[in-house]
């Protein structure tokens, strides 16, 4: 299985953006991809997570009423929806897949990464 981040981009404070996580293989019903982002010299940080199955989904504080997390399952696609963005938005921003929904904040509870997209948004 692997994971591709694509959509990221520089914007002005106030744009929107929407990302893009594709992966290939299959998913179980426990799978739940997450959005985290890293800046430099900061560690990754939760931004909001989708069950594969199901409605369930959770998000960063920040980003709540901003950011959207929707998954389109025969396309193997989980989509990041940015609105309203932010200079403290400015990330690499990965996907990632975990079993683990109960720890679906905590990094190391994913066991495969994507290489990243980076979002920049410019004051």
């Known amino acids: 299985v692997q994971l591709v981040e694509s959509g990221g981009q520089l914007v002005q404070a106030g744009a929107s953006l929407r990302l893009s996580c594709a992966a290939s293989?299959?998913?179980?019903?426990?799978?739940?991809v997450g959005w985290f982002r890293q800046s430099p010299g900061k560690e990754r940080e939760f931004v909001a997570a989708?069950?594969?199955?199901?409605?369930?989904?959770y998000y960063e504080d920040s980003v709540k009423g901003r950011f959207t997390i929707s998954r389109d399952n025969p396309k193997n696609i989980v989509y990041l929806q940015m609105n309203s963005l932010r200079p403290e938005d400015t990330a690499l921003y990965h996907c990632?897949?975990?079993?683990?929904?109960?720890?679906?904040?905590?990094?190391?509870?994913?066991?495969?990464w994507g290489q990243g997209t980076q979002v920049t948004v410019s004051s």
């Open positions: 990632g897949v975990t079993n683990s929904w109960a720890e679906v904040t905590i990094a190391n509870q994913y066991y495969l």
């Open positions: 293989g299959r998913a179980s019903s426990n799978t739940a």
């Open positions: 989708i069950r594969w199955t199901g409605r369930s989904t």
